[in-house]
């Protein structure tokens, strides 16, 4: 005759930290299915994930995409994206992607909820390893374009919000070649040097009124 019998768990304790593991871990698993994409001929890779499906993506690049979805672009020469949504950006920090991002932006805005809504992204994308440059004043920077790696460059009119994307009679336009990239890296030295590099220690001690604004800015910033 069978018996149920209660049998406590075990207090196995609350870890005071989770263990990380190393970046080279996943630079070495990135490398292993680049390897993977140049046996079976792919010039990209795209990984999918979310929060019931977010596997893949976390043994990559140690991301876990808690709320809403993203995508890791793989390259096979070597590049990697990770694109995620606002619900994501606090654990950024997580990637191990070794990517090198540069930021440009105005020290000062002429328009008050754009500036202060575009502010309140600098924490987590300072976090996250992304080198923010302000602009000095008084000029005001208006410029839309980014490169990437040695050969892609995308510029034009449109901003990088909802606006701009769904309303506006905005265009941009992507152009593939080294030369033109390399001019437009010339262009961005220029900014550079024209602008200070913002850290972390420096945004987190700025004026309370500053914090207040950029909060509240933020939730128009879907409007915007």
Known sequence: MST????PLPAFGQAEECPPLPAALYAGRLAAARARMAED??????????REHFANLAYLTGFDP?????????DRDGAGKLLVGNECMGYLPDAALGLDVELFVSAIGDQHLVYHAQRSYYEAL???GVKI????????????????DDDVAVIGSSNMDVRSFSL????????????FV?????IEDD????????????WMTRRLAGKVNDALARLTSSLQ
């Open 191 to 202: 900014y550079r040097a024209s602008s200070d590099l913002l850290t972390l220690e420096e």
């Open 41 to 50: 001929g792919l010039d990209a890779l795209v990984v999918y994930g979310d």
């Open 182 to 186: 390399s001019a437009m890296r010339a």
């Open 66 to 74: 808690r709320f809403e979805e993203a995508l890791l672009l793989l």
């Open 133 to 148: 440059y302000l602009y000095r004043a008084p000029t005001v920077l208006h410029s839309k374009h980014f490169t990437i």
């Open 168 to 179: 506006n009679m905005e265009v941009s336009v992507m152009v593939q070649g080294e030369s």
């Open 4 to 7: 149920l019998t209660h049998v």
């Open 126 to 128: 300072l976090r996250a």
